[in-house]
């Protein structure tokens, strides 16, 4: 029972927390009228009961990381109520917010992002079961614990709160020791259900992202690729791609190691990284190449942002043991053309062939798609890029 013990509460400031019931029935006995659930619903509503001397902050619950309040919407026409209720939620942890009709809760529902809501049902100007099927007709909220208490006892009423999505129905009166009990149930479920999100995202986080680098992987470019190339081709927007491959690569993992190899690519990624712009769209499309997809950007601009990123790389210098080095990139670009019916492929490959024109040139070079670029049996045979 805790510091706020029944007969201590009864004797000093009649704010039994282990009965809720038990101190309206003795309010509703001094003031002198009908004792039990009517007296709930009276339109006098008690006196204010006196507060506790004192908070018990040493009482509250301090939440650990993976225990961080919830946030808790109390909703009752009954100001008493509502005092008592937001008390003894505060006591377990949370943030308590406060609402006296059903419109005045999808206020707090717009305002705040709610994890359970102890809901009257009889209230003016719009009541419990309304909220309700607002709440569910918005699809907003899908995760909202409600639970509902009212004075209202029948089995259709109870049947109705829980079809119109409550989670959980509560009459009144009612213990507080039972409303305390129905909480730390909503809470369990809201919490399993915030880890599993958590998880979720996690998951799809981790299948978008290149485990060494930390740049988008090539599955996720390709997804967001095609979506922002139906977009360029369906509305005439410039897009551009730059493919870039590290020069020589295979030489530095057979000179430096494949760990230093390894500490030399996840370099090259941050630095394309803050090379590019926030709206570009940077992968690890595999081994030592790279594609960015840039939005709303022509041609030549595009090849200004890869020699932006070619000189980015050529400035680096990685201090190995056996002695300072460089590496350089190649790039190639290509643009969505308005003129010929293309797609993503098309695009990738005409980066790609742009690309195995700046390695036969002699690489550290950026070099654009012109559309002339074929790609000759000597050539292919040449010292392109593998
Ligand atoms: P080029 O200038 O023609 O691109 O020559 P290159 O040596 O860079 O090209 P090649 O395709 O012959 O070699 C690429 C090398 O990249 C070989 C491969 O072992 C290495 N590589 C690919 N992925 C990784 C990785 O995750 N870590 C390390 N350390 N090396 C990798
Ligand atoms: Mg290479
Ligand atoms: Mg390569």
Same mark, same amino acid.
């Given at each position: 029972m805790g510091r706020w013990g029944k007969s201590v509460e009864l004797r000093?400031?009649?704010?039994p927390l282990d009965s809720f019931a038990l101190t309206v029935k003795d309010e509703a006995q001094q003031i002198g009228s009908t004792v039990g659930t009517m007296a709930i619903k009276q /339109?006098?509503?008690?006196p204010p009961l006196p507060q506790p001397?004192?908070?018990?902050?040493?009482?509250v619950p301090s939440p650990s990381a993976e225990k961080a309040p919830l946030d808790v919407l109390i909703v009752d026409d009954d100001q008493t109520i509502r005092e008592m209720v937001a008390r003894m939620v505060r006591g377990m942890g949370h943030a308590v917010y406060l609402a006296a009709t059903g419109r005045e809760a999808l206020q707090r529902l717009q305002e705040h992002t709610l994890d359970i809501v102890l809901l009257d049902i009889?209230? /003016?100007?719009?009541d419990g079961f309304e909220f309700c099927r607002i709440v569910q007709a918005e699809?907003?909220?899908?995760d909202l614990h409600i639970i509902i208490t009212s004075a209202r006892d029948t089995l259709e009423d109870k049947v109705k709160g829980l079809e119109l999505g409550a989670t959980d129905y509560l009459t009144k009166p009612f213990s507080m020791t039972e409303l305390k009990a129905r909480i730390r149930v909503g809470e369990r479920i809201v919490r399993y259900r915030k880890a599993l999100k958590e998880q979720q995202a996690l998951l799809e986080y981790m299948a978008r992202e290149d485990k060494l680098t930390g740049l988008y992987n090539r599955r996720h470019f390709e997804e967001r690729a095609q979506e922002e190339w139906l977009r360029a081709h369906r509305y005439y927007h410039p897009l551009s791609l730059v493919f870039g491959d590290i020069d020589h690569f295979k030489k530095v993992n057979d000179r430096y190691g494949h760990a230093y190899g390894d500490k030399v690519l996840k370099e090259v990624s941050q630095t394309l990284l803050q090379h590019c712009r926030s709206n570009d769209l940077i992968a690890r499309y595999g081994g030592e190449e790279f594609t960015v997809l840039l939005l709303e950007t022509r041609l030549e601009d595009a090849c200004v942002v890869a020699e932006r990123l070619r000189a980015a790389v050529k400035a680096l210098t990685f201090t190995h043991p056996s002695g300072p080095f460089q590496v350089t990139m190649s790039f190639g670009v290509a643009c969505v053309s308005s003129e010929e019916p293309q797609s993503l492929t098309a695009l990738l490959e005409e980066a790609d062939k742009a690309l195995y024109m700046a390695k036969h040139k002699g690489r550290n070079r950026v070099e654009q798609y012109t559309g002339s670029q074929l790609i000759t049996p000597a050539l292919a045979s040449g010292t392109g890029k593998a």
């Open positions: 000093h400031c009649h704010f /339109p006098v509503s008690p001397p004192s908070q018990p902050l040493q009482d009889m209230m /003016p100007e719009m699809k907003k909220w899908p």
